[in-house]
Structures are given as C-alpha cells and as structure tokens.
C-alpha cells in the first residue's frame, strides 16, 4: 500500500506531497517548503515513513515546486528528478524569487534525467512519466496505474488548468497536454494537483470549463465512432 501525505506550503499554496510504501520507500514530489517550519513537518514525515527516501521527483521546476530542493539536499542528499527540457525553468526559478522578494537558494545538484513514459519505482510501487508540456516546456505527470492516481503538476487542476502565460508556457500544447490526459486515463484515476483539491479525470472532462470532452474534439472523434 501506498500512504500519500500532502502539505500546503510556501506563499503560493503550492501542494507537496510524500509518498511511501510500507518498507520505508518515500519519495517527495514537488517540495515547496519555504520556512523551516515547513520544512521540518516534511523532514518529520520522511524520517518516520521514509527511511530508504530515495529522490525528490520534480513536475516542474517553477519556483513554488522547488523551494525545498536544497533543504532536502542539505538534510539527506536527495537530487531532484527533473525533465531535460525544464532545466531553463529552474535557472528562472532564482530571478523568480528575486522578483516576488522571495529568499531561494537552488539545489546544487539537479538529475535532468526524466524521460516520457520512464517508468519510476517506489519499492515494488511504479509509476510511469507522462510528458505534458504547455504550462511549463518540460512538465511532467506521475501516474500510478496500478493504484489508479496522478500526480499532476500544474497542467491539471479542480476546475482550472495551469495558466501559460508564463515563460515557456503555451496554451494550445497545454491542451492538447491535457485532451492526452483524458484519453489515455481511466476516469476514475484519482488526480492530485499542484495547487488545490483532489480530483479526478472523470469529473474534469465532464465539468472542467477549460478543457473537457465536448470543448477538445474528443466528443467529436467519439460521436464518429
Ligand atoms: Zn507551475
Ligand atoms: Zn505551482
């Protein structure tokens, strides 16, 4: 079994998430803990559930996703996994901070390893990368299959999808990002986001105001057949 603890954090509500299997596997996704009192409720988790901790698995490498990277390096030498093409975003991340007045220090070690449909484990756990590109050029997802959940960044929210207006950001490869979403995933996949509430792919393609069945094309390659 997989336990899945999120956290809240930093000024922009960014979602952090731990992950662990029952033998001491952790891996923390998106580590946004700016203050150390965020980062100490993240390192008391990975400390009790988290023994073997393994890798920090980045979606993206907007500012309010790494944070906490070099917290965690300093504490237990975790490197961050990231995709290749998000590289220029993590060089934007510290004149991000400089921007919003905001202290930051980059990790100093960075994996840019991540590779489309790459296969991750978490002890006997899988999860397969998903390149879904348009809020950020190198963004990625963390889909469970066997456990029916998706770690989805900033491409997929409750009601909302990321916004594009970002360096790097692209509104017609977001969509198409998410229209890959919906058809490749069962609905009742469970989607945890980078920002707000759980989800889940049914509901969104059926309610989501931005990208859902009937607005994608995907109502129409149906009612063909
Ligand atoms: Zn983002
Ligand atoms: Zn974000």
Redesign the pocket.
């Known amino acids: 079994m997989l336990t899945i603890q999120k956290w809240s954090l930093n000024p922009f509500s960014e979602n952090t998430y731990g992950i662990a299997d029952d033998e001491g596997n952790a891996v923390i996704i998106d580590p946004g803990m700016y203050n150390a009192e965020e980062g100490s409720a993240v390192w008391e988790w990975l400390q009790k559930f988290g023994s073997n901790s393994q890798a920090i698995w980045l979606t993206?490498a907007?500012l309010?996703?790494v944070f906490g990277c070099d917290y965690l390096f300093q504490k237990a030498r975790l490197v961050p996994l990231c995709h290749p093409k998000d590289e220029i975003t993590m060089e934007m991340a510290a004149r991000a901070a400089q921007m919003y007045q905001l202290n930051f220090t980059s990790p100093p070690k960075v994996a840019y390893t991540l590779a489309e449909k790459e296969v991750l484990q978490i002890g006997k756990h899988e999860a397969s990368v998903l390149f879904v590109p348009g809020?950020?050029p190198g963004h990625v997802a963390f889909y469970f299959e066997k456990e029916q959940c998706l770690f989805s960044?900033?491409v997929l929210f409750q009601g909302s999808v990321?916004r594009t207006d970002?360096p790097g950001g692209d509104e017609q490869v977001l969509k198409e990002s998410i229209e890959s979403l919906y058809k490749s995933l069962p609905k009742d996949v469970e989607v945890f986001s980078?920002h707000g509430d759980e989800t889940t792919i049914g509901s969104e393609m059926k309610s989501n105001p931005f990208v859902n069945e009937f607005n994608s094309g995907l109502f129409q390659s149906k009612s063909k057949g």
Do not use: P, Q
């Open positions: 993206h907007h309010d996703h809020h950020a960044g900033d990321g970002l980078g």
